[in-house]
């Protein structure tokens, strides 16, 4: 079996094993437990009651009910008295279904068990939310990831608005200077790309599975059926110079690799002087582990095989993270390629508690050697820039 095939199918282990064999239920009454960021609203709600501003829909909110005559509620460390809620409220904290027990017992397996046993089978899966699942609306995300990933969509008035992104959809980090911008209305979606150079120069070496791309025009169209397939046409309009051509292809930067014979093994690959594709996704948003915004997709983008699946702000045991992974298996022009990133929440103070996340994104592929390994391993990041539908 090849290499590729064997990274595959560890990938389906992982995404769809692991999960399942992680989530167990937790049935004792807990007096005394931090609440899972899982409910934007409850959590911005109690924040607001307390007069927190601004709130944090992912702030670290712990409940103390252990004393009948002292019951608090502690929010990023700072402690309230409990029945400063409204009795409603109190009610939903209570009752509230994702809890981590903050007296359970520690022994010395808990550094491997704890994760496992803090977290609830059947409360893996979640349904869409309404903007999610709309062919006219879902491009509306606040969310701007540095490099790659979903595009940033803003909405001017319903479903008229514009959309902008790094990176194409589905390429890791330094792999591109591809960058867009786009209108959008009643489902349609056109715009223009052109190339930020910066993002290939990065790197001195391994970048002979780059995309390297002039200056053109898209069009695409999501079916009105809700928003699950996606369909356009992209086309190059202009021409790289001679003199930018040689310095795109310099061997001295790992965009072109020679066999012994001259001939050439690897190149990055051009798009430019009219070449044009038809693209298409297939996709199912989806919410995992609380994720805010999230999806599992299969898409032919420039005439290469793409799946993968893309999760903001999942939660799991008091962490928030965004986890996203795309492979293309198959290319007539670039080597099989799979591109892994995680970002961590929750590492700033203030209104950068929730709205930035930093963390290492990864792309494994034929190595200049004709070995299987890391080709790229860089920092990427994203940031909020709204709240979350």
Request: aromatic content about 14%; glycine content about 6%; proline content about 5%.
């Amino acid at each position: 079996m090849k290499r590729s095939h064997i990274f595959y199918l560890i990938i389906l282990l992982m995404v769809f094993v692991l999960p399942v064999s992680t989530f167990a239920q937790e049935e004792e009454q807990i007096v005394y437990y931090q609440m899972e960021p899982l409910d934007d609203s409850l959590f911005i709600q109690i924040q607001e009651l307390l007069f927190i501003d601004p709130p944090d829909p992912k702030a670290e909110i712990i409940v103390d009910l252990r004393d009948p005559n002292n019951q608090t509620i502690a929010i990023k460390s700072a402690l309230y008295p409990f029945l400063a809620l409204p009795q409603e409220i109190r009610a939903r904290i209570i009752t509230y279904p994702f809890k981590i027990n903050l007296m359970e017992d520690v022994h010395f397996a808990s550094v491997f068990t704890r994760v496992v046993e803090k977290v609830r089978f059947g409360k893996v899966l979640a349904t869409p939310t309404k903007t999610q699942i709309s062919p006219t609306l879902g491009f509306i995300n606040p969310f701007f990831q540095l490099q790659g990933g979903e595009r940033l969509g803003l909405s001017l008035k319903q479903d008229v608005g514009i959309s902008l992104g790094l990176g194409t959809p589905y390429s890791g980090s330094l792999e591109t200077n591809f960058m867009e911008v786009n209108f959008h209305i009643l489902g349609v979606r056109m715009g223009i790309f052109s190339h930020i150079d910066a993002m290939i120069e990065v790197m001195g070496d391994q970048n002979h599975n780059n995309i390297i791309v002039s200056s053109g025009y898209q069009i695409n169209y999501t079916i009105p059926f809700g928003n699950f397939f996606e369909f356009g046409y992209i086309k190059a309009t202009s021409k790289i110079d001679d003199a930018k051509r040689t310095n795109y292809l310099l061997e001295s930067e790992g965009n072109i690799v020679f066999n012994p014979d001259s001939t050439i093994k690897y190149q990055a690959r051009i798009i430019e002087d009219s070449q044009s594709f038809i693209n298409w996704e297939f996709r199912y948003p989806v919410s995992i582990l609380g994720s805010t915004r999230g999806r599992v997709y299969v898409a032919q983008y420039l005439d290469e095989w793409h799946f993968g699946f893309a999760f903001r702000e999942m939660s799991l045991a008091g962490s928030t993270f965004d986890f996203s992974f795309d492979g293309m298996p198959r290319s007539k022009f670039r080597e099989p390629q799979y591109n892994i990133t995680l970002l961590v929440q929750k590492i700033m103070e203030g209104w950068g508690f929730s709205a930035f996340s930093i963390g290492p994104s990864a792309s494994l592929s034929t190595l200049d050697s004709g070995s299987f390994g890391f080709t790229k391993i860089f920092v990427n990041m994203r940031f909020k820039l709204g709240t979350s539908f």
